[in-house]
C-alpha cells in the first residue's frame, strides 16, 4: 500500500440502512480527516482525529460517527443513512505537528449514493 | 463567519496563462494551500503560501498577501492536462482547514 486506500469505491445503499466506509494510510500520519464533497459546494469536514485514540467534529458531523483505533485506519459509519447523505466522500491524512505546514494527502474517495 | 470566494469556472487557451483567484474571510491565518483536483479524482497538493509574495514552482505560481485577505495561482504554458478543478484552503486559527468551492478551469486548444 502506498498512501490513504478507501473501500468501498462506490456504493449504492437504501435509506434507513448502516454503511461504514473505510480508510487506511500506510504513512504514519498523525491526523486524519473525513471530508464529503458535493457539487458547487467546498469539501466539507465531517469529523477529524488528531491522534489515535482521539476525534473531534468538524463541520457536519451530524448522521456520522468515527473511531480511531490505531494510527492507520480510520473508518466512517452512517448509521442510518438517509438520501441527504448522497455524496463523494474523502479521507485524508496530514502529518500534524509539521510547524508551518500541514498539508492533507486525499485518498481516492467513496462514491455513495442513498436511495 | 469564515468564507472562501473564488470564481466559479474560468476558460483559457492552451499555450497561455491564466491566474485564478482566492479572496478569504477565515478566523486567524496559518497558512493557504492550492490543490488540484481532475475531475472524478482527489485532490492534489499543489502549494502552500504563509508569508506574503510569490511562490513559484515550475509551471505554477502562487501569490499571497495577507493584509488583503488575496491569493492567487497563476498557471503558464497552459496544457490540455491543466483543466482541472482548483480548489483554495487556508488554515484558520485551530489548524483546521477551510475550503473554497473550487474554480473549473477549461483548456481549450
Known amino acids: 500500500i502506498a498512501g490513504i486506500t478507501q473501500a468501498p469505491t462506490s456504493q449504492i445503499l437504501a435509506a434507513g440502512r448502516r454503511m461504514t466506509l473505510r480508510c487506511t494510510q500506510d504513512?504514519?500520519?498523525?491526523?486524519m480527516y473525513w471530508y464529503r464533497q458535493d457539487l458547487g459546494l467546498g469539501l466539507r469536514l465531517i469529523h477529524y482525529?488528531?491522534?489515535?485514540?482521539?476525534?473531534g467534529k468538524g463541520e457536519v458531523p451530524d448522521g456520522y460517527s468515527v473511531s480511531r483505533a490505531n494510527t492507520d485506519d480510520f473508518p466512517l459509519t452512517l448509521a442510518s443513512a438517509v438520501p441527504s447523505q448522497t455524496s463523494v466522500y474523502f479521507c485524508?491524512?496530514?502529518?500534524?505537528?509539521?510547524?508551518?505546514?500541514?498539508?492533507?494527502?486525499f485518498g481516492p474517495g467513496t462514491r455513495l449514493t442513498v436511495l | 463567519g469564515q468564507n472562501i470566494d473564488q470564481p466559479t469556472e474560468m476558460t483559457a487557451t492552451e499555450g497561455a496563462i491564466v491566474q485564478i483567484n482566492c479572496t478569504y474571510q477565515?478566523?486567524?491565518?496559518?497558512?493557504l494551500f492550492w490543490y488540484q483536483q481532475h475531475a472524478g479524482e482527489a485532490p492534489t497538493f499543489l502549494s502552500y503560501?504563509?508569508l506574503d509574495g510569490l511562490e513559484e514552482k515550475g509551471r505554477f505560481s502562487s501569490f499571497l498577501s495577507r493584509s488583503k485577505g488575496y491569493s492567487y495561482l497563476l498557471l503558464k504554458e497552459l496544457q490540455m492536462k491543466d483543466s482541472a478543478s482548483y480548489l483554495c484552503?487556508?488554515?484558520?486559527?485551530?489548524?483546521?482547514?477551510?475550503w473554497g468551492a473550487g474554480t473549473k478551469l477549461i483548456i481549450k486548444p
Open positions: 485524508a491524512s496530514s502529518e500534524v505537528g509539521a510547524v508551518g505546514t500541514d498539508t492533507q494527502y
Open positions: 504513512m504514519r500520519h498523525n491526523a
Open positions: 482525529s488528531n491522534t489515535a485514540g482521539t476525534t
Open positions: 477565515t478566523s486567524g491565518f496559518n497558512g
Open positions: 503560501n504563509v
Open positions: 484552503a487556508v488554515l484558520d486559527s485551530n489548524y483546521q482547514l477551510i
